[in-house]
């Protein structure tokens, strides 16, 4: 039997919320643009008064989280190699 490695809960949440929120900001923010309309948890943001570009914030922070799940992978991956 495998066993967990320590912070792979963590990590795993940091790749699902990278990509979630990487296509509901940058996604949003593309419709936005395109067809004055937005969706998701942008959407929802922009419904409760925040400024046009939080969709955009909501696509970087995801690029940060999934830089950070790729930087936290290569070092687990270097450790063990």
């Given amino acids: 039997m495998r066993q967990r490695r320590q ?30 309309t937005s969706f998701g948890v942008a959407g ?12 955009l914030l909501l696509g970087a922070a995801g690029a940060v989280l999934l830089a950070w799940a790729l930087a936290w992978h290569n070092a687990r991956r270097r450790t063990r190699a």
């Fill in 44 to 55: 929802l943001l922009r419904a409760a008064g925040l400024p046009r570009g939080t969709g």
């Fill in 7 to 36: 912070g792979s809960g963590a990590q795993s949440a940091r790749w699902i919320l990278g990509i979630l929120l990487l296509v509901q900001g940058f996604g949003s923010a593309i419709a936005e643009a395109l067809w004055d």
